[in-house]
């Protein structure tokens, strides 16, 4: 048996240099990589990183070259001391400096220092016999690796950079090899809410803004907290427009760095501004940019947000939404409902409301008719009025109600002494007045619309309709838990959703349950009476999940129709552990430590005081030799 093992391993060895060598060939095709020490992760961020908890980053080489190749290493690693707090320091199994465990053996390992204080950590390593660990094959070292894990206590709430300094890489010869260095940003604050980009105004409709003619639009912002830099880029029709100046605006100071990339050929322009230390970031409203366009042809252009980003002074993405604009020369008239929604709770019966129906961006309108539509058993309309032209002059007309039908027909010419209406701005045409019958919604549809002007002509338009709800649609998920916190894959693990319905009317929608964005599966929930609550339960077969993972069972309801609030329609939580088969202490490797503790448990059943249940890797009620064998086949196996 020995003798095969041995002959197995020679063969993998002999493929793993075999694949080394490969790998070396590709990295030597390549573009040159750049030696450097960096913080694992790089990023730590997330409202779940609460005080008292502990993380853990590693100091990692990478690209490191053969030649000369590294027979020392030393960094100071620092921190804000009020946010987070040294805990400990080590040397991982299979570390970089002494891979094998050769040199420790050999007590040749020298470590110079590993010293961890409330603010920073200290490292140094290197060989007592640099010699004698050549001629072991041990160094020099090249390639990736591990130097250290560092724990850290979380203090507080905040941000702080987990920095690299005084890092050195040192051959044999004791000559520094150049390298670059990456730090780790911590920060378990809130996230900010969005802010806001928009074109400004986010409509231009001009039928005088023939080619040859300019205009300007601002690029804005709202909301916006702590902000670093900016990029975003704006596109346009370049048969249509072009861009001829733009500057950056006011909201950051005048010292600020900046480029501006003009391309009226496809048609985008590309603003970047950023600020220095010791310049601080920047929040609340503002103009980013002032962009000069010149009209060079008719027609509509969308003028649209792209690649919007805004970082805070560490370099992390803060969020942002955007708002387009648009643009247009040709008219397009537009008859719609205003305020084309209405939700509001407290609407209750015998409640009132009035809307207008307003016409925008016409030319000569003469005649209009129209009818509205609703659903009388939620509305009943008492009345309406006709509203004056442009001079105060009030056109005459006919309105007609069907109240059982739910149906409104407007018929109206501006007949003199009224006047032709000629608007690039919204005008009411007619005031509707409505009684709230009973709890509901219903749609207020404009149908027949009919537009002419003085020569009888038909006016091309469009046509938005209204909304109108009283009821409360809302159904928010409470709570997500796992009955398994740490667990080996194979094992299931029940996942109970708490979801209510915070609405006033019964609810029927379905739960989506997920692992880091994978779906588990779907949830029914049917007839959720209002104020009520339900808790689910669904089953997790984690068979084929990767091990090494700490994953975060998310529960997500998808919005419902006209739902009021979807913030709480999302939780994030129940973190689950998936451990490699057989590390049975959970230190996130095999090794003889759980071999002894097997052991130690060998033959127990679930109802003898030293079973247990991470032993009993298959879950059959036993610690017995199938369960060793899970051991025996992962051993030396790590996270």
Known sequence: MRCQTRKAFIIIFMLLLAMVDILQFITRTQATTTTMMYVDPSVIVGESYAPTQNITVEIKVANIPPSPGVCGAQFRLEWNSTILKGAKIEIPTGHFMDPNGTETAEGNLWIVTKKIYADHAEYGVTYYDIEAAKTRGTAP????????????????????????????????????????????????????????????????????????????????????????SYNFTLTYDPTILEVTNANVGDFFPPTAMYTINIDNNIGFINVRAWLSPPESSVSGNGRLALITFHVKGLGPSALTLTETTILDDMGNPLPITAVNGFFNNILVGKLYVDPQEIIDPTMLPPSWFAINVTLDDVEDLYHYEFALEYDTAILTCYGAMINPDLNGIRPKGVISFNDPAGLITVNVSFDPPAS?????????????????????????????????????????HEVEDGFFMTLIRDVAVLNVAANETDIYPGWFVSINITVKNEGNISE??????????????????????????????????????????????????????????????????????????????????????????????????????NWDRYSDINQDGRVNVLDMIRIAANFGKNC
């Open 420 to 460: 032709p209406v000629t608007t690039y701005s919204p005008l009411p045409l007619v005031t509707i007045f409505f009684q709230v019958d009973s709890i509901g919604w219903t749609n207020l549809d404009i149908k027949d619309a009919n537009l002419t002007n003085s020569n009888g002509d038909l006016i091309s």
């Open 508 to 609: 029927t929608f379905n739960v989506e349950v997920y692992y880091e964005g994978n779906l588990i599966g779907v949830i029914s929930v049917t007839n959720l009476a209002p104020d009520e609550s339900a808790t689910l339960t669904i089953e997790w077969n984690t068979t084929a999940i990767p091990y090494c993972h700490n994953y975060t069972i998310i529960a997500h309801i998808p919005p419902i129709p006209f739902e009021l609030d979807t913030t709480d329609n999302t939780v994030n939580d129940g973190k689950v552990k998936i451990r490699i088969p057989g590390d049975v202490n959970g230190d996130g490797q095999v090794n003889i430590l759980d071999c002894i503790t097997a052991s130690n448990t060998f033959g127990s059943t679930l109802s003898d005081p």
């Open 141 to 228: 070292r090249y390639g990736n690796g591990t130097l250290a894990r560092i724990t850290l206590t979380i203090l507080a709430i905040g941000r702080t950079m987990i920095r690299l300094k005084d890092t050195i890489l040192g051959d044999e010869e004791a000559h520094p090899i150049e390298h670059i260095t990456a730090d780790c940003s911590f920060d378990n604050r809130p996230p900010p809410q969005p802010a806001q980009i928009y074109v400004e105004p986010d409509r231009i409709v001009d039928p005088t803004l023939t080619p040859c003619n300019n205009f300007d639009v601002n690029i804005s912002i709202i909301n916006a907290t702590s902000i670093y």
